[in-house]
């Protein structure tokens, strides 16, 4: 990876457009700690730049996302060069979220390993039921299965599998590894995130009972699903309340 920066990319990232999602993607990376979401300094939160094929803004290497401001957030192009910004950026974020962005074209990708979502990769069904809790519905139609774990992503042909995997999908469940969650806007990929934990939450405590499940039939489920995707308000004031909560910390030289 080379730092190759040039004027337009800068003006790019200083621009008032650029600027707020960097805000946003900032914002969304320290929710994820505050949720429980995050993993040491892994993992990463990616949106492309409006108008572009090649550019997206990503999280740094080596910062808790608790600590990450707008100013922290690098901008990159999908061939892995930092364009703009002041830190590294991690191997395996430029082969997953660099192949997603190509291949799917979602605007936002957000790949976690959080600990109930990534805990039903790890069974059988390698997935979630979208039939079981009502915040499990909401994703009725919307989940992929990517089946085969094969180490860490450090190529090409690994992200695009995962790429590949997800088949227009918003979420894909990675065998043995975590989730990605994918959408339109930071705001609505993390409502999603977030219910997506709570619902393998819900899904993880229930089959630790040991009692049968009682799964409702999947037309009602799609049907939910098809209501909160028509709806998305509650998402954008769900990340405006989280605005107001979790406050962009003090700049760092």
């Given at each position: ?22 805000e946003d993607l900032a914002l969304a990376l320290r929710a ?144 043995n590894h975590g989730v990605v969650v994918a959408g339109a ?69």
């Open positions: 990876m080379h730092l190759v920066s040039t004027p337009s990319a800068d003006a790019q990232y200083a621009s008032p457009l650029v600027r707020q999602l960097r994820a700690a505050h949720h429980g979401l995050s993993e040491g300094v892994c993992n990463h939160f990616s949106v492309m730049l409006p108008g572009t094929q090649d550019r997206y803004l990503i999280n740094p290497r080596g910062l808790h996302w608790s600590e990450i401001g707008a100013d922290d957030i690098v901008l990159i192009d999908v061939r892995g060069e930092v364009l703009a910004g002041r830190h590294r950026v991690e191997p395996t974020a430029l082969f997953i979220h660099g192949a997603i962005h190509r291949i799917t074209g979602h605007a936002v990708v957000l790949h976690v390993h959080s600990p109930y979502a990534t805990a039903l990769t790890l069974t059988v069904d390698r997935a979630l039921d979208p039939t079981l809790s009502q915040n499990a519905m909401r994703f009725m139609n919307r989940l992929a299965v990517d089946s085969e774990y094969n180490g860490l992503a450090l190529d090409d042909a690994e992200g695009e599998r995962i790429a590949r995997a997800m088949a227009g999908k918003d979420v894909a469940f990675l065998a806007t930071i705001a609505h990929a993390y409502d999603d995130l977030y219910y997506l934990e709570r619902a393998c939450l819900h899904q993880v405590i229930a089959q630790s009972t040991g009692r049968p499940l009682a799964p409702v039939d999947a037309a009602l489920a799609a049907r939910v699903a098809a209501q909160v995707q028509s709806e998305r308000e509650q998402s954008d004031l769900f990340f405006a309340s989280l605005r107001r909560m979790l406050p962009a910390p003090a700049a760092r030289l």
